[in-house]
């Protein structure tokens, strides 16, 4: 893969591209002429000169033509959820001044002429996408990154994921997720086909659209694969299927051998990943065939990364099963974080990416993640953060404390403060998923007294912990 994998898509020729449905239940299908013809058209209604596009995202064509057209034009993009809130796109507004808002396929031009702040900064060249850090509370905190990072991680993925140009592959994550598009990127650039669904995987119409297209590759998160197993996964008989993929947060281990049997026995291997939107998307892999043995495992880097580990002084650890914070390097690390405009003009990519995440390495070189160091969780593969959802909280005049572990989420609430606000558990419960945008199933309100706190006046999270078991 030479070319970059958004430019020039018609060099595959008439292969199918992409494949949507129609409101009136049929299927449409576009090459990869077609796609390029189309991406050509869509690029008219673009700014004339680099620009600032936010792209409202769902998994349709409308909005792959817009990202594809925004890439070729070399206009960095802002992808939000089509489910973001109206006051979240406002505050997106008025962190980051786009020049274009585009959703369903339109361009709305903004015109800040009137605005008295000065929002005339420029780009950094090398900035291409701009992604959510935390999936929750339309915090304007973003990750940046380039175009050498889209392509970078494109190609080391294509390294060790058997995609080839007769695949078909079908959206089962969020367009503006970087695992979901990470798979779009790899897809693309292989010349392989794309189902475009917005489906859940409990929908029978998710299922009749996997045969009727022959798909030969999921990807999901933990979530996704729990749904997928307790609608009996393991004892279908997909032929079309080839090979299967799960990142996102970690699965439980007695989930990751399931599906790994599955995977052997159905000559569909299974591949565990792991990365983090400040990576691009991935940064380790499981080769299926240990995964029976290591079901805890993350493996090894992806072709071209490169692990460390470090302790609380900042030393390298050299030795197996001593834990420290996984650091990791590669050119699929991010330029940096983001918060504003004018923040956009110029950045200092770091060397090296800090994760968060506690981490060892076995004998073989394979790592296992043994926790986090910052307050934060992923749900649905939304990585969701702690003290972001507690300040939202407090925002509502509710005292209030938040944890949570990988798809649970917990939060105490005192009472006192619930009857001044004059809100009930289940009001609660509606405005929480509503805010999040995850399902009501993965959240609990408990109502208590007074919240736990340290001698210093501090919230005692351990002891929260505690009183909610």
Partial sequence: MSALFYQNLSRFGKAPAVSCRLSSGSLSNLSYEALQQTVDAFKSTLPSVRSLCAIECQNDL????????????????????????????????????????????????????????????????????????????????????????????????????????????????????????????????????????????????????????????????????????????????????????????????????????????????????????????????????????????????????????????????????????????????????ATSRRELAEFNAPEYLKTGDLAYFDEDGDFFITGRLKRFIKVFGKRIALDEVESWLKNQTLDAAVIGTDNKLQVAVTVDSMNKTLLDKAMLLKQVTDELSIHHSIVKIFQVESLPKTPNGKLDYKALEQQLS
């Fill in 62 to 337: 409308s909005t792959l033509v817009a990202y594809l057209a925004c890439l070729q034009l070399n206009h960095p993009v802002l992808l939000l959820d089509k489910q973001t809130s109206e006051q979240q796109k406002e505050g997106i507004k008025t962190a980051y001044f786009p020049d274009a808002f585009i959703n369903d396929g339109v361009v709305h031009h903004i015109d800040y002429s009137n605005n008295k702040k000065d929002i005339k900064h420029t780009l950094d060249d090398r900035l291409a996408v701009l992604l959510s850090t935390s999936g929750s509370t339309g915090s304007p905190k973003q990750v940046a990154l380039s175009y050498d990072n889209l392509q970078q991680n494109c190609l080391s993925i294509c390294e060790y994921l058997p995609i080839k140009s007769d695949d078909v592959v079908i959206t089962m994550l969020p367009f503006n997720y970087s695992y979901g598009l990470s798979i779009i990127h790899t897809h693309l650039s292989q010349g392989a086909k794309i189902v475009m669904s917005d489906y859940s995987v409990i929908d029978k119409a998710f299922w009749a659209l996997l045969e009727e297209e022959q798909v030969t590759t999921l990807s999901g998160v933990p979530y996704t694969y729990e749904m997928l197993i307790r609608l009996g996964l393991v004892k279908k008989e997909l032929p079309f299927l080839r090979y299967f993929t799960q990142a996102g947060g970690k699965l439980a281990e007695k989930r990751v051998s399931l599906l790994a049997e599955f995977g052997e026995t159905s000559h569909s291997p299974f591949y565990v990943m792991y990365g983090q939107t400040e990576a691009t998307a991935r940064m380790a892999y499981v080769e299926p065939s240990i995964l029976l043995n290591k079901p805890g495992t993350i493996g090894k880097p992806i072709p071209g990364g490169d692990f460390a580990l470090v302790n609380e002084s900042g030393e390298a650890i050299v030795e197996p099963h001593q834990v420290g914070e996984l650091v990791y390097r590669g050119k699929n690390v991010m330029l940096g974080y």
